[in-house]
């Protein structure tokens, strides 16, 4: 039987049940209302004749009591309900008429009294028969509405147990199911009996299952095959790589990450990476990054001494996310180190800092000589030179100062690859720094017609900062800033104090810088495409450096046809 004809049939069982429990209460209350009815209406009313005439009788042979007791004769002779009722009323009426006569007549009044006891006596025995049917009425209507009630409680507490149950535990039985497919164990089945629909549901369910066993038996291996060529890669790779689940448990290492951390494969795969960190140190630095990730930009190379001789390597997290199915946000299920092992770079940068330090230095005292040489050339004393000659002397000049501009930028840069900032911090009045760096670029701003504006509160505390590079960061923003900025136009130099910092920018009316390239603004030898090559693309990055070497801040904001602002912040003293 089907759940459908379940319902109706219980449901409609009780509901007949409930409709005969009422029929049924309905006629016998309909039963004790007609016998109470035939009571008062019939026998009472007589009783209370009878007891008018007795009254009356007394007072007789008063007129009133005469009418009354002719009134209520008359009420009686229209209320004969009993058996012999009759008979006796008529007496009653021949001996009232007698009574008539000789109102004093005491034999008659007599007689009267006897048969007015007779009805009562009759009406009497009538109400005591009729509260026993009554009676009768009322434990028979008793025991059939219990009856009827307790078979109505029966069947809805059997429907209460049985019919929930039969759609609540197969739905239960099924949902636990469905929860072992869904994680992959797919021998699961389900078995209803009956013809109801779930058994329907159940082959349906259960074909369902054997299809998904029989395509994940027919892919393990496949899967398996593929589980070792990704093995077989990883393993393959020059760069050491370890994966971690979610739980950080390594999952993986390959040969180059066994040999740098000097363990063995058995002693890490499967083990928990926190305890294996608490006797392998550089476990413990590549899983603290893991862990408390930090930004690309602020990522060391790692130094490692493996196989007697030192190595570096660029290391890098690679979170590992899935979107299950079903499901529209991401699940985080592990991370794979990745260290790429720069250390053939890294002794190319070594060589190649030490050759700009050496070329750079060796090429400061010739650029040296050649700028005495001009200045010896310029003195008049030393002859008159023609306006060809002048030429070619401011000319050389020109070159002469780009070349020391270029040898002091390559030398700042190689002082800051090899860590070597020197730094003399000491306190430093933002105004002064502002003013000395307008000076160093007012010829050059003039030439282009140019307005300089100084912006600034009225109290400004000392910057803790070395006045020299930081006066060298403010010339390079202001040199660019002139330079891409259009003639008769106005740059300003706005500096505020913000709480415990000292903030410095200048603000063009230039151009501004397209969005792709902020974030590389200050890279090495990075120019803006389409911009003037007149730079080594080295004055931003050397920037940086200075500033976040005396603990400040730098950066910019631009838009594209609305101009550009650069800043940096330095604490106060």
């Known amino acids: 039987m089907n759940i459908k004809s379940k319902l109706t049939l219980g449901v409609g069982f009780l509901f007949s049940m409930i409709a005969i429990l009422a029929a049924v209460s309905a006629w016998y209350i309909h039963a004790l209302k007609s016998d109470t009815t035939n009571i008062l209406t019939a026998n009472y009313n007589t009783l209370e004749y009878s007891r008018s005439m007795l009254m009356a009788l007394e007072e007789i042979p008063s007129p009133d009591a005469v009418l009354m007791f002719e009134e209520s004769l008359n009420k009686q002779q229209y209320n004969i309900t009993e058996i012999g009722e009759k008979e006796i009323t008529e007496k009653i009426t021949q001996h009232f008429d007698k009574l008539k006569n000789d109102l004093n007549d005491s034999v008659i009044k007599k007689a009267i009294r006897a048969d007015i006891t007779e009805v009562m006596r009759l009406n009497m025995q009538a109400i005591q028969r009729k509260s026993q049917v009554a009676v009768a009425t009322s434990e028979t209507a008793t025991f059939w509405i219990a009856v009827s009630g307790t078979v109505c409680f029966l069947l809805a507490f059997i429907l209460l147990i049985n019919l929930p149950s039969t759609i609540a535990n197969p739905i239960r039985e099924l949902n636990e199911s469905i929860k072992q497919i869904a994680d992959q164990k797919y021998s699961e089945r389900v078995h209803f009996k009956g013809s109801s629909e779930f058994e329907e549901l159940a082959k349906s369910f259960n074909k369902m299952a054997q299809k998904l066993e029989e395509y994940n038996n027919s892919n393990l291996s496949l899967l398996l095959i593929e589980k070792k060529r990704i093995d077989t890669l990883i393993n393959n790779m020059n760069d050491p790589v370890i994966g971690l689940d979610e739980h950080q448990k390594i999952i993986f290492a390959n040969n180059e990450a066994l040999k740098i951390l000097d363990v063995k494969q058995n002693e890490v795969i499967g083990h928990q990476a926190s305890k294996l960190a608490l006797t392998n140190d550089l476990l413990r630095s590549l899983l603290k990054e893991a862990l408390l990730p930090v930004s690309a930009d602020k990522t060391e190379p790692v130094k490692i001494y493996s196989n007697g001789k030192e190595s570096y390597f660029q290391k890098e997290i690679v979170d590992i996310s899935i979107v299950p199915t079903g499901e ?41 000589s050649i700028k005495m040489s001009l200045q010896l050339l310029e003195n008049k004393n030393t002859g008159a030179i023609n ?44 105004l002064e720094v502002v003013n000395y760096a307008l000076q160093a670029v007012q010829t050059q701003a003039q030439q282009k017609q140019i307005v300089m504006e100084i912006i600034h509160g009225d109290s400004l505390s000392e910057m803790r900062a070395d006045a020299e590079k930081t006066t060298w960061v403010l010339i390079n923003f202001l040199t660019n800033a002139i330079r891409y900025s259009p003639e008769q136009s106005k740059i300003k130099i706005a500096i505020k104090q913000e709480g415990a910092t000292v903030s410095i920018s200048v603000i063009d009316e230039g151009k501004g810088i397209d969005e792709r390239y902020k974030n590389r603004i200050f890279d090495r030898y990075f120019q803006i495409p389409g911009s003037s090559k007149t730079g080594t693309g080295l004055g931003l990055t050397i920037s940086k450096e200075f500033i976040e070497a005396q603990g400040g801040e730098i950066g910019l904001t631009s838009e594209m046809g609305m101009g550009s602002t650069f800043y940096f912040k330095l604490p106060v003293y």
């Open 328 to 368: 529209s946000t991401a699940l985080t299920i592990g991370k794979v180190i990745i260290l790429r092992n720069i250390t053939h770079f890294k002794e190319l940068d070594f060589a190649k800092t030490n050759f700009i330090a050496t070329v750079s230095h060796e090429l400061k005292t010739p650029i040296s």
């Open 387 to 430: 306006s060809g000659q002048e030429q070619l002397i401011e000319s050389i000049k020109e070159d002469s100062n780009r070349l020391l501009k270029i040898t002091s930028e390559l030398l700042n840069l190689s002082q800051i690859e090899t860590g070597n900032i020197q730094l003399n911090l000491h306190k430093a009045k933002p």
